[in-house]
Nanobody, 114 residues
């Protein structure tokens, strides 16, 4: 199983970015997909997750600004990030978790700066 993320980049505060992550390979029993992030000197934290039946969960600092969604037919998860703040700067990793395994993407850099 491979996860290929895209959509990171440099954006000004208040701007928007949309991340995508497509899973490929032999996948069965997907539990949930989602996004984590890690800033320098900090631990990796969960940003948003979504189950196969589209139940979502967000960390408090992004509620109301970020929206996670998925296309089950394409095994793809998205993260729409609006009203971005400098503190959102991090490497964003996508995650796929099945009943038995956890897979991580390679990460995509998001930088929020003027």
């Amino acid at each position: 199983v491979q996860l290929q993320a895209s959509g990171g980049g440099l954006v000004q505060p208040g701007g928007s970015l949309r991340l995508s992550c497509r899973a490929s390979g032999s996948i069965s029993g997907i539990n949930y997909m989602g996004w984590y992030r890690q800033s320098p000197g900090k631990q990796r934290e969960s940003v948003a997750t979504i189950t196969s039946d589209h139940r979502t969960k967000y960390t408090g600092s992004v509620k109301g600004r970020f929206t996670v969604s998925r296309d089950n037919a394409k095994n793809t998860v998205y993260l729409q990030m609006d009203s971005l703040k400098p503190e959102d700067t991090a490497v964003y990793y996508c995650l796929l978790r099945t009943l038995t395994d956890v897979y991580w993407g390679r990460g995509t850099q998001v930088t929020v700066s003027s």
